[in-house]
């Protein structure tokens, strides 16, 4: 056999393995334009008391959860079939773990549209509108961790990392707002609850967005981040005194 048919098998194996590798890629990117869609619209139907559009949130999850299985069966044969190493293995791992953070990502906005169905039975509160732009800014870190994703651009995950602090202190300020609103007047009580829920809801889906981000810098470097992850969401030592 002379050397240009024996390197025909190594090239069919690389492009057999470039392919099986851009079917997870597509997946998860499917999953990611999937989950922004869906936390878009979850705040919109809390904003506008819009039944109609919960439940389609709510109907769609499913959409999202059956993409991470496929994610999952496809890992699973790269793993199988290629035995990656380096940083194919990196790139692989990478993506089961992005599509885990995106299901879950999922599972939080379907929370948000489900407590939306509940407050359209009470009495409206003003608040409510004050979800859009926490939902706006965790929708927009999803879509630049997808970006940084297609383009392997580390810094701009960093960028996303640092972005989930400004996230948790606009968790705080509504959360701190909620609380009076309830003290004032008890009628409020069980929807703000449920708007509290939901504002959590979305801060969880801010630190999804940033596992992401994180699992994009080791799967460039392949090193752990060393600082610390910043926080600002300080309602777990929080106390709101009445006048």
Do not use: W
Not at 107 to 113: I, L, M, Q, Y
């Amino acid at each position: 056999m002379d050397e240009k048919s024996s390197a025909l098998p190594t090239r069919h194996i690389v492009t057999a393995y470039d392919e099986q590798l851009n079917v997870m890629h597509n997946l998860v990117r499917e999953m990611g334009r999937l989950a922004a869609e869906q936390i878009g619209n979850a705040v919109a139907a809390i904003a506008d008391r819009d039944t109609d559009l919960a439940a389609q949130v709510m109907e769609r999850d499913g959409r999202i959860d059956a993409l991470e299985q496929q994610v999952e069966g496809q890992v699973v044969r790269l793993l199988a079939l290629r035995h990656p190493k380096a940083n194919d293995l990196r790139v692989v791992i990478a993506g089961l773990r992005i599509a885990n953070n995106l299901e879950r990502i999922g599972d939080f906005a379907a929370n948000v549209a489900k407590r939306s169905m509940t407050l359209h039975s009470q009495p409206e509160v003003a608040l409510a509108r004050s979800m859009l732009p926490i939902g706006q800014a965790v929708a927009g870190m999803l879509g630049d961790v997808m970006r940084a994703y297609d383009t392997n651009d580390a810094d701009a995950a960093l960028a996303v990392r640092r972005k989930d602090a400004d996230v948790d202190r606009a968790y705080t300020a509504l959360f701190r707002e909620l609380l009076t609103y309830m003290m004032e007047s008890p009628a409020r009580i069980t929807a703000c609850t449920h708007l509290l829920f939901a504002a959590k809801n979305l801060e969880r889906i801010g630190d999804h967005a940033t596992n992401i981000a994180e699992t994009l810098c080791f799967r460039v470097s392949g090193q752990p981040l060393d600082e610390e992850r910043a926080k600002g969401d300080d309602t777990a030592t929080m106390t709101v005194m009445p006048d």
